[in-house]
C-alpha cells in the first residue's frame, strides 16, 4: 500500500502539460509493447509456470525507453497498459501482487527520472548529443531505475516470506544481467525511436530471442531442480556427484556424503497437512544449504531424505558439518500452514549418516550403500544422532572418537 501510494502520488506531480510530440512516441511504444507481448505470450505463460524466484521480466525495455523519452503520465500510463495485457493475455495472476508490480515500476521510473531532474536533463534525450557524457548518464539512470525496482520487489519478499534470508529474496545474479540487459535493449530502442525509428524492429527481434533463451534456461534448470524445496533433484545431483567423484580420483582429496533423513516426518504430514509438510521440507532445505559451502551439492532424495556431497573435506570436518546440521534442524521453530490456519512447528529431528571417499569405496553406489548403513545405524541407536559408517577393513579413528547423541543429552564414543 506504502509503494502504490508512492506512485500515486508520483504520478499527482506529474500531470504537467504533456508536449505535442510525446503522444507519437507514446503510440508508437504502446504498439511495440503489446505487439511484443501477442509474440512471446506463450513464452512468458512458459516462463511464468517455470520460474521458482522473483520473477523478472523484460518489460523494462519499454519502460525504460518510456523513461527516457516520454513525459512522466505517459510512462504511468505505459506501465499500467502492459501489466494489463499481460494481466489479460498471459496469466490472471494475484490481483495485489499486480498491483504492487505496476506500483513498484512506476516508482522505479520515477526515481529514474528525479535523477535525470536532478542533473539538470529532465525529459532531454531526444536533444541530447550522442557522446561519452550522455552514455554516462543513461547507464546512471538505468542504474537508479534497477535499484529502486530491486529494492522494492525484494523488500516485498522479505515481508512476504517466513524465514527471508538474502539468498531466499534475491534472484540470481543472472537474472539481474538480464534486466540490465533489457535496460541497456531499452536505452538502443529510445536512440532507435529519436533518431531512426525503423531500428526499432531490430531492438524488438533480439527482445524476443533473448525472451525465448531466457525460457530455455528455465527449462533446463527445472529439469534439474526438485519443484518443492529448490534443491537438485535426483538424476542432477547424481549426475552432478559422479563427475565430481570422477573429477577427484583415488588418490584425490577426500569427499563426504551425508545422507540426512527426517525422523518421524509422516507424523507432520498426519497431524498439521501436507502444506506444513512442505514448509517443514522447504526450510530443512534451506537450514542445510546455510551449514554448507556454495559449491558443495545439495540434493533432496525422495520424501523426506536430503544428500550432500562435501569435496575436499576429511572425516573429522565432515562429522562437525552433520552434527551442526542436525542441532540447526532440531532448533527449528517454523510458522507452517496447518489444516486449521498457521501453527508453530517444534521438534523436528534428522538423523545422519557419513560415509567418505575412497575410505568406503570408489563409486558413488558404494559410498551411497555405506552412508544408507549409517543412516539406519543412527536411526537404531535413537535418531536424532550422527553415525559414520564403518569402513571395509580398518575403523577410521574419526568413527571412533565422533561423539554420538542421544535424547537424554549424553555422549557415546
Same mark, same amino acid.
Given at each position: ?12 506531480? $506529474? ?15 504502446? *504498439? ?44 504511468? !500510463? ?11 493475455? &498471459? ?38 548529443? %550522442? ?26 519478499? *522479505? ?9 531466499? &529474496? ?9 534486466? /540490465? ?8 530502442? /529510445? ?13 524488438? !527481434? ?17 529439469? %534439474? ?36 533423513? @527426517? ?54 570436518? @565432515?562429522?562437525?558439518? /552433520?552434527? %551442526? ?19 508453530? @512447528?517444534?521438534?523436528?529431528?534428522? $538423523? ?30 535413537? %535418531? ?10 580398518? $575403523? ?18
Amino acid at each position: 500500500m506504502t509503494v502504490a501510494a508512492t506512485a500515486t502520488t508520483l504520478l499527482a506531480l $506529474s500531470l504537467d502539460p504533456i508536449p505535442a510530440r510525446d503522444l507519437g512516441v507514446f503510440a508508437v511504444l504502446v *504498439a511495440c509493447c503489446i505487439g511484443y507481448g501477442e509474440a512471446s505470450r506463450r513464452t512468458e505463460r512458459a516462463r511464468r509456470q517455470y520460474s521458482g524466484t522473483p520473477h523478472i521480466d523484460l518489460n523494462s525495455v519499454w519502460m525504460f525507453a518510456a523513461v527516457l523519452l516520454l513525459h512522466p503520465a505517459l510512462t504511468t !500510463a505505459l506501465i499500467i497498459i502492459f501489466y494489463g495485457h499481460r494481466w489479460l493475455r &498471459v496469466a490472471h495472476r494475484v490481483v495485489h501482487r499486480m498491483v504492487f508490480n505496476i506500483a513498484a515500476s512506476i516508482c522505479s521510473a520515477g526515481a529514474a527520472v528525479g535523477f535525470l531532474a536532478a542533473v539538470g536533463h529532465y525529459h532531454a534525450f531526444a536533444d541530447l548529443p %550522442r557522446d561519452i557524457p550522455t552514455f554516462g548518464l543513461v547507464a546512471a539512470a538505468a542504474a537508479v531505475f534497477l535499484i529502486t525496482n530491486t529494492a522494492l520487489v525484494c523488500t516485498a519478499v *522479505a515481508l512476504s516470506s517466513p524465514n527471508p534470508t538474502l539468498r531466499t &529474496v534475491t534472484a540470481d545474479w543472472s537474472d539481474y544481467a538480464l534486466e /540490465a540487459a533489457t535496460l541497456a535493449l531499452g536505452a538502443l530502442l /529510445a536512440w532507435a525511436l529519436a533518431d531512426w525509428p525503423v531500428m526499432a524492429l531490430p531492438v524488438i !527481434a533480439v527482445t524476443l530471442v533473448l525472451h525465448g533463451k531466457v525460457l530455455m534456461r528455465q527449462l533446463r534448470e527445472a529439469a %534439474r531442480t526438485d519443484a518443492k524445496t529448490g534443491l537438485l533433484n535426483t538424476d542432477a545431483w547424481y549426475d552432478a556427484a559422479h563427475r565430481e567423484l570422477t573429477r577427484a580420483g583415488r588418490h584425490g582429496p577426500p569427499a563426504g556424503l551425508l545422507m540426512i533423513d @527426517l525422523d518421524h516426518f509422516k507424523r507432520i504430514n498426519d497431524t498439521y497437512g501436507h502444506l506444513a509438510g512442505d514448509d517443514a521440507l522447504r526450510a530443512v532445505a534451506h537450514t542445510i544449504t546455510e551449514q554448507v559451502r556454495g559449491y558443495d551439492l545439495v540434493g533432496r532424495f525422495g520424501g523426506e531424505e536430503f544428500v550432500v556431497l562435501l569435496p575436499a573435506t576429511d572425516p573429522p570436518h @565432515l562429522v562437525s558439518i /552433520a552434527e %551442526r546440521i542436525r542441532d540447526r534442524i532440531a532448533a527449528l521453530v517454523l510458522p507452517v500452514r496447518a489444516n486449521h490456519g498457521t501453527v508453530l @512447528l517444534r521438534d523436528i529431528t534428522a $538423523s545422519i549418516g557419513i560415509a567418505v571417499h575412497p575410505n568406503h569405496g570408489d563409486q558413488l553406489e558404494q559410498l551411497f550403500t555405506a552412508a544408507d548403513t549409517a543412516l539406519l545405524d543412527a536411526k537404531k541407536a535413537g %535418531r536424532n544422532q550422527v553415525a559414520y559408517a564403518t569402513e571395509p577393513s580398518t $575403523s577410521d579413528p574419526a568413527a571412533a572418537t565422533a561423539p554420538r547423541k542421544h535424547f537424554d543429552g549424553t555422549n557415546s564414543p
